[in-house]
């Protein structure tokens, strides 16, 4: 089993950006799929942007389509979320998960799909 931790959020202004990490242990990312994803307040957990099994394909909700970018680093085992133009409406607890589904291009974007989760980080964004 994997566990993770998140760390990396903040306060930042508008139009600002943040890098949040994924630190994995146990058995190591690179045999997940791995995904991120936020829950505001009053708000459902919403998935942000995930990358497959063997890292050959991503996926992003279109919220944060060409502001947030995910990589993963398995020689650190540790995956990241960049996220640039932030705005208010980013704001949110930041949750890391790690999928067993073991499809090359597929992209778990479902929470059930997610097997491990991270404590979550929090992101706060100001006008």
């Known amino acids: 089993q994997v566990q993770l931790v998140e760390s990396g959020g903040g306060l930042v202004q508008a139009g600002g950006s943040l890098r949040l990490s994924c630190a994995a242990s146990?058995?190591?990312?690179?045999?997940?799929?791995m995904g991120w994803f936020r829950q505001a307040p009053g708000k459902e957990r919403e998935f942000v942007a995930g990358?497959?099994?063997?890292?050959?394909?991503?996926y992003y909700t279109d919220l944060v389509k060409g502001r947030f970018t995910i990589t993963r680093d398995n020689a650190r085992n540790t995956v990241y979320l960049q996220m640039n133009s932030l705005t208010p409406e980013d704001t949110a607890v930041y949750y890391c998960?790690?999928?067993?589904?073991?499809?090359?291009?597929?992209?778990?974007?479902?929470?059930?799909?997610?097997?491990?989760w991270g404590q979550g980080t929090q992101v706060t964004v100001s006008s």
């Open positions: 998960a790690a999928s067993g589904s073991s499809g090359h291009y597929y992209v778990p974007r479902r929470s059930y799909e997610y097997d491990v």
């Open positions: 146990g058995r190591t990312s690179s045999t997940y799929a």
């Open positions: 990358n497959s099994w063997s890292g050959r394909s991503t």
